[in-house]
């Protein structure tokens, strides 16, 4: 037994392989690569988005109403003449001036009446004629462009605005005597286009009465009759061509039992 004991240990111990420690090992660093990274692109060049300067809504409203208000100050405002012009005319007679019930209605050049604006009527310079007018009692002048036609009231050569009225004292008195001063006509070289007013007239059957009565008598003329805004009736007359001599002829020729007659400029 002992003998057999023996030879199994022998061969246990030829058979037999010693069991190895366990060991933790850290994990091997990644392998280097060996391609470079790709270059950095540059950023794409995107062309920036228009500004869009067109003006908005309310900025081009905003820009209307200030050149709106440019316009009214340059058509309030005086006009102006070289410092070299000398009067083609002059003349002197007594100024009133005129507001309401004339004020915001188209005058005689088409325009629409301002009292605010240094303008004037006179009944024979040109349209757009520019005078100086000067009080003769306190001096003080100013220069007025012509826009309207009048007064027609004998004895008065000039009807101003509210604004011209006052800056020569004229506003307070009502009428005043003045020096009027062509110092630059509209239409120096045109024969102009005349015409006869006669006026006016509390009433409008007497103004169509004479009106009659001058249609038979000069058939060639274009007789008017109307209304004027502060009420009272007016006739006016063109002759043939609107020619100068005529109209002045049927002016001397005309009497009226009312009112007054008028030569007068049309342009």
């Excluded at 009048?150 to 000039?158: T, Y």
Aim: aromatic fraction near 6%; glycine fraction near 6%.
């Amino acid at each position: 037994m002992l003998v057999i004991v023996l030879i199994a240990i022998l061969f246990l111990s030829g058979c037999g392989h010693p069991k190895q420690a366990r060991v933790n090992v850290a994990p091997p660093p990644p392998p280097a690569s060996t391609t470079e990274p790709p270059a950095p692109q540059p950023a794409a060049n995107v062309p920036a988005a228009k500004e869009n300067t067109a003006p908005k809504p309310k900025e081009k409203e905003k820009e209307k109403e200030e050149k709106e208000e440019a316009d009214t100050d340059a058509g309030l405002a005086e006009p102006t003449i070289p410092a070299s012009a000398k009067p083609l005319a002059t003349e002197t007679g007594l100024a009133s001036w005129y507001g309401p019930p004339y004020h915001n209605r188209r005058g005689s050049n088409g325009e629409v009446y301002n009292m605010h604006a240094m303008t004037a009527a006179h009944r024979t310079y040109p349209l757009g004629s520019i005078v100086r007018v000067t009080n003769v009692k306190t001096g003080q002048h100013a220069l007025v462009r012509i826009t309207d036609r009048g007064p027609f009231i004998p004895g008065r050569v000039l009807d101003l605005s509210l604004a011209a009225a006052r800056k020569v004292d004229v506003w307070q008195p009502g009428v005043a005597e003045v020096k009027v001063e062509l110092m630059q006509s509209a239409s120096p070289d045109s024969p102009g286009k005349w015409a006869v007013q006669i006026g006016g007239f509390p009433h409008g059957p007497a103004a169509n009465k004479l009106a009659d009565h001058l249609k038979r008598r000069y058939q060639t003329a274009k007789v008017l009759c109307f209304a004027s805004p502060a009420g009272d009736w007016w006739i006016r007359v063109r002759v043939l061509d609107d020619e100068h001599d005529r109209a002045q002829k049927l002016a001397a020729e005309t009497e009226t039992p009312e009112g007054a007659v008028f030569l007068v400029r049309l342009d």
